[in-house]
């Protein structure tokens, strides 16, 4: 029996290192000191508030259908973190004093005006006149509708004498006596060469006069566009004309920081005479008349000569505002890098329980099979019956620490969605 037992114990200590190196073959990458992990560690403090690129990174979820991979962590706590958006409000309403200080010297334009209109209706030479050019280029546009539209006419006979060269008829006198020529001729002919080369030559004439034809259709097509056109520019006849009379008195003052203002000014007057609801061109119904524009220039200069002078006493406010928005910037950027920083901590805290949780459930298939070997053995009375409950208190204990595992791996999640925001 003394042999038996030193054959079991044998047989145990082989099986232990199996156990060991199925552990390590079945354990994820990270579990065996993938040098890819070191590379993969963020940066121990973030010194801008943009952070750099970040390496490509295991993506432990916040909730199981809700994947999160730490680039997209860090842009959602830079995006909703409250403490980063209080900053940001910070910054933003220190930069509203600033421009506010600075609004005291920012320049500003003074005007008057004044504005003077007639609308009245147009003499009747003009309103004449404007009728006769509208009448004059409506008789010219019907002209060419009617003479395309014995062209179009003309143009369909040589398709069908194209389609028809023998039996079929046209209107254009010297078009039909050329093709009937030419029948004759193919008629007489018995050579069939001779027939080709004057087939040939008929083809060519209907070509020809099929391509001339189209080409005055196209151009009578043109011209009717550009008539029509023309005439919708020009629109209907004037009853009214309007003259107004504008004038703009502008001054622009600059107050500098030194103490002085410097008032350059300007005065433009305008004035305009046309029909009512036309532009300008002649082309579009107007009366060509372009409207007048003329200008004064000028300025002022107010300078203190005792209090109130100099850029120390009038920009004091604006400095210290300055210096304020600076600050607020700072910590900005302290806040963002800390705040990141926390973000970061938090997720490699669940990037770390994701994998304990694989390497247990691994490690309990693992276990899972040895008992099934270690049970074989007993059966085969190769191991004793303590073997089997050993087996199973160590199943139960890699149960309890899978269940802490997820449960450490629920609460690392729940703190990486706390330190996004």
């Known amino acids: 029996m ?60 916040i909730g199981a259908d809700a994947p999160l ?18 900053e940001e409000a910070n910054v933003a309403f220190r930069a509203g004093l600033l421009q506010e200080a600075s609004g005291f010297f920012d320049h500003a334009l003074l005007s008057t005006a004044s504005f003077e209109y007639f609308k009245g209706e147009l003499r009747a030479a003009v309103r004449r006149n404007e009728v006769q050019r509208r009448d004059d280029l409506a008789e010219s546009l019907a002209g060419d509708r009617e003479e395309l539209a014995g062209t179009e006419a003309a143009l369909d006979e040589i398709r069908g004498l194209q389609a028809d060269p023998e039996g079929f008829r046209v209107s254009d006198a ?23 080369e004057l087939l040939d030559l008929r083809a ?21 566009d550009m008539d029509q056109q023309a005439l919708d520019d020009l629109g209907a006849a004037p009853d009214e004309e309007e003259i107004w009379v504008a004038r703009l008195n502008l001054s622009y003052l600059m107050p500098f920081r030194q103490g002085f203002t410097l008032t350059p000014f300007v ?44 850029r120390a006493t009038n920009t004091a406010f604006e400095r210290s505002a300055g210096v304020e928005l600076a600050a607020a910037r700072e910590r900005l ?23 304990t949780v694989e390497v247990l459930e691994d490690s309990i298939a693992v276990q899972g099979r040895l008992s099934g070997v270690t049970r074989s053995l007993i059966e085969a009375d190769e191991l004793p019956a303590s ?20 449960r450490r791996a629920h609460e690392t999640r729940v703190a990486l969605a706390e330190a996004v925001g």
């Not at 680039?71 to 409250?82: G, N, W």
């Not at 806040?335 to 938090?346: F, G, K, M, N």
């Open 69 to 86: 991979a730490l680039d997209e962590a860090i842009r959602v706590t830079l995006d909703a973190d409250p403490a980063v958006r209080l």
């Open 174 to 196: 010297d078009l039909q006596l050329q093709i009937d020529l030419i029948n004759s001729e193919i008629r007489s002919v018995d050579d069939p060469a001779i027939q080709q």
């Open 267 to 310: 005065e433009l007057t305008a004035e305009s005479d046309d029909f009512v609801d036309k532009p300008v061109a002649v082309e579009e119904g107007g009366k060509g008349i372009e409207d007048l524009y003329r200008t004064t220039i000028g300025f002022s200069f107010d300078a203190p000569l005792l209090r109130g002078a100099g």
């Open 204 to 224: 060519e004439a209907i070509d020809d006069a099929l391509s001339d034809t189209q080409l005055l259709v196209d151009s009578l097509r043109q011209s009717i």
């Open 2 to 61: 003394a042999p038996r037992c030193r054959f079991r114990s044998l047989r145990l200590d082989l099986a232990l290192p199996l156990l060991a190196a199925m552990l390590l073959a079945h354990a994820p990458a990270g579990a065996q000191g993938d040098p890819a992990d070191a590379e993969a560690r963020p940066p121990e403090r973030f010194r801008d508030a943009a952070p750099a690129p970040l390496p490509e990174v295991p993506t432990p979820p």
């Open 333 to 355: 950027r302290d806040v963002t890098s800390l705040e990141v920083l926390s973000t970061v901590l938090a997720f490699w805290d669940a990037v770390a329980a994701q994998r």
């Open 387 to 406: 073997e089997n409950a050993r087996s199973r208190a160590r199943e139960a204990e890699l149960g309890g620490q899978l269940e802490s595992a997820r």
